[in-house]
């Protein structure tokens, strides 16, 4: 018997083990082994089993990793096709399947002591005083952690010892199973009665799921007629898409089979994972809801995975790499805010989640549902193609109101006040109203920080990052300027660096978080105040605690970054306001417009889920900009169609995909040179791809970054599989000068 291995050290290509007959049992495709390789021992994952091997002198497997495949074959597959369609060794595909945790060598099981009572003795021993203290309590609790007999028994390990080798109690051994939300008390739901809109949409999902008779007595035959299987649930924010995963993953489960609902990192919030534990905690149809983000500790986030492995948890609730879980059957994939950037992975593999679960979905023939207030340009052209089945929620479920959303034109703002103000005349006495009334306010501000550059009048200086190219910013409370690209800082100046100038006239200039919160305590002093961004949130309890103290009441006014544009929903919330909206306007990204138009309809989606009305404010500059006009519409259609028409004007996505490469190395010339020559040798496939489109080489969008420069060259094409084929073959052959890389993105969402 022989296996085929790829290692974990990424080489391009599988080698052949033997596989000694005591481990015949236990491989298979899939299997984590352990093999030797030159002079070392690497762990790989077994790709294929076969009799015979064109090589000879092979060696064996050392040994098998976690017993049971953790790989499973249909992973195995996908994985192959990730290494494929992204241009990446397998090796790195299978590095993301598993969870760090999971992959390592040691099991990764929480071992704890414990101490239990024996049955007593005829004759009873005789203790000390100290001894018969801690044996009452024992006697009492019959098993106890040793960490917990010792507090209780306010003793030491070694007493406890003796009391075993007098025979009254057993130490030993045992896992512990860590549950990240042990401490949390879940209250049971039921499902609620839909509306009409709802009940369509759910009546389509279910009847492309099947009946509800368990997977294994229904004629398979007849749910995988050539009807798509895959959803677009188009409903804007609160008109209950949620219910509908939950409704659907219930048809799911009675019919004997598992779901993965795939949420954004930032929107896994412990009310969203909340709402799928209490739905599935308790009656018939009762199973584990296993949780995956990176929040989670190395430990917990093995056994939560393991949970899945071993089939007690039929629903797993995860970020991007949830997609791989070992769900089986798999019934039933949810993406969840579909159209959400951080689904694709920005190192390798650059996989996009979302369409690694339509493809897996349709490998494993599970209905696949994504959902979105404002779908993708590709996902929605998917839906109008009729390549995916468009099912829509136009209104809010509880019959709450779309909130009123006001565009204020800042440009009049700054004739009317003098200076730049950060607060509209219309906002403020929004604002003030709001308090009068005990209501919440969020005000959104996607940037950190405090001024977004330092710059001197007297000599033209700007503080820039030593490795990368972009400006510093400034941070108030540390008194820093740091970088956000790579993190480098340095103390605030206070007088002009420049040795020549000196001057003490330096500005700062630009609005970040830090100093908004500055403006509403002296706009607003009897405010309460929280501020959320990645400088506030430390510890991982903060996030929580912020939100819960929100949801008290305890803060009247949240100010944050894009972390407060999801996911939240606070009744009390009446009024939003997003201070600059032209900030992802003006990037150099053809889906500036897009990312605009999202963020002010989710932002705005905060506002008004309660019983009374919400009120939006949007300040801008460019305040007649379609993305803002068609927002403040709740318009997605028209948006939809003129943004579409701008792509097929510049052949961008989604009339075509985009293949990105992007040279780096810390030698400027070199890089540039290099970036000409892989032009050259792309040149070739102009003339075997028709409509294939090339441009640049030139210096990308970041030209520099934690010191070294970027040079991208952007490929364009309708048929992305045969152009990664052809991208495959060249980074085989590309000989790279030392301290040069090339990096292949396909579909990038992040031209940088
Ligand atoms: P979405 O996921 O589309 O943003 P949610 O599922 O969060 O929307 O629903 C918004 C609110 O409406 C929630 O409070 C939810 O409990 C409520 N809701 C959803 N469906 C119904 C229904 N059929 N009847 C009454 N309330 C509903
Ligand atoms: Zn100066
Ligand atoms: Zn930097």
New binding site residues.
Partial sequence: MIARVALEIALRREFDYLVPDELRELVAEGTRVKVPFGHRKVLGVVTAVRDDSPHTNLKAIDKVIGGKSLVTPRVLELARWIADYYCCPLETALKSVLPESVRREKDGWKKQLFARALPLPAEMPKLTKKQQYVWNILEEWRELPMQELIRLGETTADTIRRLEDKGLLLISSQTMERDPYANEHILPTTP????DE?AKALDTILAALGDARPAAVAPSAKATASSSKVFLLH?????????VYLQAIARCLEQGKGAIVLVPEISLTPQTVERFKARFSSGPLRTLVAVLHSHLSAGEKHDEWHKIRQGRAKIVIGARSAIFAPIEPLGLIIV?EEHEHSYKQEEAPRYHARDVAVLRGRKEDAVVVL?S?TPSLETYFNAKKGKYVLLE?PH???NAKMPIVRVVDMRQEMRRQKGSPIFSVQLREAILQRLERKEQTILFLNRRGYATSLQCPACGFVAQCPNCSVALTYHRKEQKLKCHICGFDSPAPTKCPEPKCGSREIRYSGLGTEKLEDAIMQGFPHAKLARMDSDTLKKKEDYRRILTDFRLGKIDILVGTQMIAKGL?FPNVTLVGIIYADLSLHLPDFRAGERTFQLLTQVS?RAG?GDIEGEVFVQSFTPFHPAIQYARRHDFLGFYEQELEFRAQLKYPPLTRIALLTIKGRNEDKVAFLAEHVRKELEPMLKEMEDLVIAGPAPAPLARAETFYRHQLMLRTRHMSSLSKRLNELLKHLKLPEGITVTVDIDPVNLF
């Fill in positions: 609620l009665v839909m509306n709802q409903g804007v924010t609160g008109s209950g898409k949620t219910e969840d959902g207030a929620l809010r479920a509880d929903h989606g889920r």
